[in-house]
Each structure stands twice: as structure tokens, then as C-alpha cells.
């Protein structure tokens, strides 16, 4: 009998991160926290002295960074300052090559985008989170999970870190497979965007509705065209945007596309209450997904990226009741108010959507 995966939903950053350090706190055999973006601030620190505390233990504890998302340690001494308190960072990717290699732009892609914690094979995280102060109020879901999902999550974190260490792969872990719960991953290579082809085949099976909230939009043509088809054959289709970013240039980048989403019937809300960096579908009420990939080119074709992927209707129902709460703090884009903008803006917008598939 396959054992049942129960799942813990958090919107709150503070929420998940104590959730979090109370969960390394109990750990007996191992810590695995695999992070784009991770800052020494103070959460930060708490949780390396929790994770330093169980390895004196006896706990193996892995920290895998990447080196672009978690620039600040850059020449800093903080691979040698955990390995003292037992702790071992590997970063993917260096974020300057060698000086004696020619620069190209797999320096600054093909970033390890995953988020995942792992706890003796039992307990496990994944999202949209990130680990630095300063997102503490932003609007994140982030899951905690205990099930077969679990060692699913621990094996994708043991091929990234061999891949990050250059060496073989360390054999899978066995888990007892749970069909309502996967942890589907995007690699950067033809045939192993594995989670845009399950967003493509859910999209263009849509029957009722499709409901989106991702931070970042500057979706693939396919991906695009998908949407607009979905939603000129009567499919509801809702996306939450955040109402401005923390980058201006990919502001302006999904603001170009919003006239063309708009005259198709895709509906468009501007989340108006800090910035929202949740990435979710749900449609129909029974096909869910929530994990890091935004809808844009960088996550959809250079980054790795990995996200839940479920057919179980009590998750997407829980899914799509934070949705319905997110509407309520946004405001829906009129097509007749957005065409009245000045030239100017709509300028700037098409002039960023020139170099769209950076973004």
C-alpha cells in the first residue's frame, strides 16, 4: 500500500522559515538545502547554527548555492567557515569564468534555480522562497511535504550535486512511488524541459478554467500561444501578476504582452500589496503545480528548475483558494483603460520585448 503524502501550504516567508529551522532542529541523519538565493542575514545565520548544531551530532549536512543567485558570498571564506562547523557548501556554477576561458552567456545561465530542504528522508520543502531578509514580506508559497514525494525531492538534489562536484551520481533512493504527487524537473537541454511539457499537455487540455500566479512573464511563443488558444476556446483563464517587480526592464517586458493576452480573453490581475513571488497553476480543479519556474524564457529554457506536479484535488482546491484570496488584493487590467497609455510607455515596452528571450 502506497503510504499517503500530506503537504503543509505556507504564503507566509516568516512561517515556512520557522517551520524550517524547527524541522533541521529535530534532524538525526541529514540536512539537504538546496538554494538560488541564500544571504548570511539573520535568519540566515539561524539556520546555519541549527544545521551546525546537528552536525556536531552527527547529522550530515550538504548546502548547495547557486553562485549567481547567492552572489554576496562571492571571495568570501564561507566555504572554509562551515566545512570547521561540519557543514559542506558546494555553489553550482561559478559566476565569473576562469580568466584563461572566453565569457559566454552559459556564465550567467543555466543557473541552478531549485529550492529544496530535505530532512532525513521524511520531511521535505519546496517553492518559491528564498533565504534573505528582505523578502520576508513577499507574497511566496512555499510547501512542506512528508511522503514518497520526499526521497523524489532527494534524489533530484543528489544529481545536481554530483553534477555541481563534476562526479557520478550517487545511486537513486528508493521510495515507494505516489502517483497524485511528483517532483518534475526543467533542464536545459532539447527533451528534458520535462515541466513545460506537462504545462503544455495540461493547458491544451483545459475544460474549465486555468488559473496562473507567476512573478516573472515573458512567456515561450508555444507557451504564449497555448494560453491565447486556451482562452479563445471559452477556457477561463486568470493570471495574478505582480503589480512591479524588483526588476523595472522585466516590468516593462510583461507589460508588452498584456494587449495581445487581453484581446484573446485571458483576464489579468495586478497584485496591488508588496510584491507577489509565488509560481502556481491550477486548472480544473484537479491538475495543480507549484514549484520555482517562472513563466519566462530564463526559467523556461536556460535555468534548471524543479516543481510539484499533482493530480490530487484536495491540494489544487487548497491551491486555488490562496488564488482566490490573491484576487481579492488585485485589480483586473481593463483592455480599453490599458490602450489609453502613453506612447512613451509603449515604447519602452516594445522596445524591451526586442530582447524578450533574455528575459
Known sequence: MIKQTSWTLYTSNEDAWMAMLSDCAKAEKSIELEQFIFAADDFGNKLINVCAERASKGVKVRFLWDAGGSFTFWGSNIVEDLKKKGIELVFWKTLIPPYYKVPNFRSWFLRNHHRTLAIDGKVAYTGSICMRERMINWRDTNVRFEGPVVSEMENVFDRMWARSLKIKPLPKRRFAFDPDFRYITNYPAPGQRHINNELMKSIKSAEKYIDITTPYFIPTHRILHAIKLAAKRKIRVRIILPEKTDDYVVDLGMRSYFKGLLESG???YLYKKNIIHSKSVVIDGNWSTVGTLNL????????????IISNNKDFAEELEAHFI?????????????????????KLAEFSVRLIRKFL
Do not use: C, G
Not at 519566462?296 to 516543481?307: G, M, Q, W
Open 266 to 268: 485571458v483576464k489579468i
Open 296 to 307: 519566462d524564457n530564463v526559467s523556461l529554457l536556460y535555468n534548471f528548475e524543479a516543481n
Open 325 to 345: 484570496h490573491d484576487l481579492k488584493k488585485s485589480e483586473e487590467v481593463n483592455l480599453i483603460e490599458w490602450q489609453k497609455r502613453f506612447f512613451l510607455e
